[in-house]
């Protein structure tokens, strides 16, 4: 899931201030689960936005709704009723989501409500960890289940550094170094024989480095036949 | 003048011994109050917003209580990053406890005093 948190009021309330008629949507996907941008959240940040106005006079009309998933047109479509006289929309979802909306209605004015962090997964109530970094050639299968991209400050490939102690890691006491964790997890599958080999330096085109990256499978491709049917 | 206080209590809670002048919200359980209901009484004109639980171990619903403290807490946040100060609180209260109903408004009183009266309360 996608990982994000709200940014704080005071950015928000600075981003709206030169509007009047605002649209705060929430997405019921990953950002519902990490309690940043589900229906819970934009409900407490339309009434605090609500109050932030009344207590400043700055006449502030919201109206909040959520959708099912801002980063999938179809259910970006939905806003479109609700989006009619809105000269700001807050989005509560990530930064897919917002884009997406964006794409669909490029005549208003696009605000993000939260920072988009990582891709994680939740670690205990509250609390959401980094798992994946996206770099598009997964290498999980040579290190026990443990990514040593997304887990390791450094991006190691082979093996920890220096700052590994006490299998923690330098940059805080409560980091777990990866290589410790993938060692202990090669361990316990029995197979400390894969540290032997090499993992060759990465090929970092598929990741950020070669720009905004596009999947495409060949199979699911609508034809232009097909593409005039579905219209 | 006459503070203005909110209090969403859990009906299984000290509801009983809240003094009239408190605008008393009764519901099944402390753990329906919700970060928006905090943020409207404030929006209304309310100096403070208290929040009364049944007492931890004791809510009828297991959690009630636990979500009902961090919904308070989210709400505090929010407050104090609009400007509106910390007005709400969360307190543990059981029916037979006349004597600490009585120190919890002194409490709510004395955060008002701290915080300051609602501006939004004049215009009411």
């Known amino acids: 899931m996608i990982v994000a948190e709200r940014k704080p009021m005071e950015e928000i309330c600075a981003m709206l201030s030169p509007h009047s008629k605002i649209l705060v949507a929430g997405c019921r996907s990953c950002v519902a689960i990490c309690l940043a941008g589900g229906e819970r959240e934009v409900a407490s940040l339309s009434e605090a936005l609500r109050l932030y106005s009344d207590l400043n006079s700055m006449g502030w009309d919201i109206v909040e709704t959520t959708v099912e998933r801002q980063c999938e047109a179809e259910w970006v479509d939905e806003l479109a009723p609700m989006m009619e006289g809105r000269d700001a929309f807050l989005s509560m979802a990530c930064g897919v989501g917002a884009q997406k909306v964006r794409e669909r209605f490029p005549d208003v004015m696009i605000y993000p409500g939260l920072n988009t962090s990582n891709m994680g997964a939740p670690a205990e109530q509250g609390k959401w960890d980094e798992r994946c970094g996206g770099c598009g050639d997964c290498v999980l299968h040579l290190t026990g289940g443990i990514c040593p991209i997304a887990r390791c400050a450094k991006g190691m490939l082979n093996g920890p550094c220096g700052g590994s102690q006490e299998g923690r890691c330098e940059i805080s006491p409560e980091t777990p170094c990866a290589w410790q964790e993938i060692y202990d997890s090669l361990k316990r599958l029995g197979r400390l024989d894969l540290l032997e080999a090499t993992i060759d330096p990465k090929d970092w085109r598929p990741s950020r480095s070669g720009g905004p990256r596009r999947i495409v499978k060949e199979s699911a491709v609508l034809s232009e036949e097909e593409m005039e049917w579905k219209r | ?124």
């Open chain 2, 1 to 124: 003048l006459v503070h203005r206080v909110v209090c969403f209590a859990c009906e299984n809670s000290a509801v009983h011994l809240i003094p009239e002048e408190v605008c008393l919200i009764t519901l099944p359980c402390s753990g329906r109050v919700e970060v928006r209901h905090v943020l409207r009484a404030v929006r209304e004109g309310a100096d403070a917003v208290l929040v009364l639980g049944c007492l931890e171990g004791n809510c009828r619903y297991h959690i009630g209580t636990i979500e009902a403290r961090r919904r308070v807490s989210e709400a505090r946040e929010l407050l104090v990053q609009i400007g509106a100060g910390d007005r709400v609180m969360f307190r543990n209260l059981a029916p037979n406890h006349p004597a600490r109903v009585k120190r919890v408004m002194e409490e709510v009183n004395k955060l008002i005093d701290t915080v300051g009266r609602n501006p939004l309360g004049a215009k009411k």
